[in-house]
């Protein structure tokens, strides 16, 4: 049984910093494409950011290109979003996700990916 589990949120002030951790279980980590989705009340879900299985391969939604940082431990299971320079508008839900590879996957789109996250609270206060 796949699992996915996000931690780190919380409440945080403009400008601050959060980690956030997805630590996966009942897959073959470093198989899979990670992402991080997030979704604010009453918008659509949004793409954050993806990491291939070996992690030479990233990408980003352009509201959080040069704020936010991907990573992943293989050895530890683990997929990371290094937020920096928080904002308000950064307040959702989280979630990450896993993927298999696939010829021509676009891995800012949700469909992409299998295996999804119980999600975790940022809020950002101004």
């Known amino acids: 049984q796949v699992q996915l589990v996000e931690s780190g949120g919380g409440l945080v002030q403009a400008g601050d910093s959060l980690r956030l951790s997805c630590a996966a279980s009942?897959?073959?980590?470093?198989?899979?494409?990670m992402g991080w989705f997030r979704q604010a009340p009453g918008k659509e879900r949004e793409f954050v950011a993806t990491?291939?299985?070996?992690?030479?391969?990233?990408g980003y939604g352009d509201s959080v290109k040069g704020r936010f940082t991907i990573s992943r431990d293989n050895a530890k299971n683990t997929a990371y979003l290094h937020m920096n320079s928080l904002k308000p508008e950064d307040t959702a839900v989280y979630y990450c996700?896993?993927?298999?590879?696939?010829?021509?996957?676009?891995?800012?789109?949700?469909?992409?990916?299998?295996?999804w996250g119980q999600g975790t609270q940022v809020t950002v206060s101004s």
């Open positions: 990491i291939s299985g070996s992690g030479g391969s990233t």
């Open positions: 996700a896993a993927g298999l590879p696939r010829a021509g996957g676009i891995w800012s789109r949700g469909r992409e990916y299998n295996y």
């Open positions: 009942g897959l073959t980590f470093s198989l899979y494409v």
